[in-house]
């Protein structure tokens, strides 16, 4: 590799940059010791792996000025997903592999309140462990660029949950709150406008949406000024 082409050739680190940069390579060293294939094999294959390794500590602890690329539409962790099931007006198909949010009472063939659903499945536990597995994303076999086809129909799943103004503000502010916690200042928000619908299923306007993502700033930057 052209080492003038690297981004951070010619900075001058420090003794403590010296020290820690040595034993990061010495770690990243031992781990190709013990799995030459780590850094060739395939992503969900070697993903635990990396997940336990210090350096992925080490890097998760550290700051980072920016996160590119984030989907809003994946970023919820699946028991916060789990918990919008619990409101009376979110419903669910099992013919349509479908949550829809309802207020109006005169709900779609097929769809079951999630919280009925509970009453009179074998019991509320096995039914959340249900619904978590069907919303949770495993990597498709084989493997290959086109992942994104294999999961497509988890976004259809999972559409109103997400895109239902309010549950799509708290995702907003967790998500938010999350990369905090992973020293994480800047990120860049993935969102397709025009999606997002409030109690009476009505689109949002743009302003309305902007206005979603400035109330969730004002209230991150009082606890994060930085953010």
Not at 103 to 121: F, I, K, M, Q, T
Request: glycine share 2%.
């Amino acid at each position: 590799m052209d080492l003038e082409r690297n981004f951070s050739y010619g900075t001058p680190l420090s003794r403590a940059d010296e020290i820690a940069d040595k034993k990061l390579r010495r770690i990243r060293d031992q781990m190709l010791t013990d799995d030459p294939t780590l850094i060739t094999g395939t992503h969900y294959d070697k993903l635990e792996a990396l997940k336990k390794s210090p350096i992925y500590e080490g890097l998760k602890m550290m700051p980072k000025p920016a996160i590119h690329h984030t989907h809003l539409t994946a970023t919820a962790t699946l028991d916060f997903l789990l918990s919008f099931t619990m409101y009376d007006f979110v419903y669910y198909s099992e013919k349509l592999s479908k949550f829809i949010i309802n207020h109006e009472g005169d709900v779609p063939e097929s769809y079951v309140s999630c919280n009925n659903l509970r009453a009179y499945w074998q019991n509320a536990q096995s039914f959340d462990d249900y619904i978590k597995e069907k919303i949770l994303m495993r990597p498709p076999v084989p493997e290959d660029h086109g992942i994104w086809k294999s999961f497509q129909h988890k976004f259809d799943l999972t559409f109103e949950l997400y895109n239902y103004d309010k549950f799509f503000e708290k995702v907003l502010y967790r998500t938010s709150k999350d990369y905090i916690k992973e020293m994480v200042t800047v990120v860049e928000y993935r969102h397709i406008f025009g999606c997002l619908f409030n109690d009476k299923h009505e689109s949002l306007s743009l302003e309305e949406e902007l206005a979603i993502f400035y109330r969730v700033q004002e209230q991150i930057k009082k606890l994060f000024p930085l953010f």
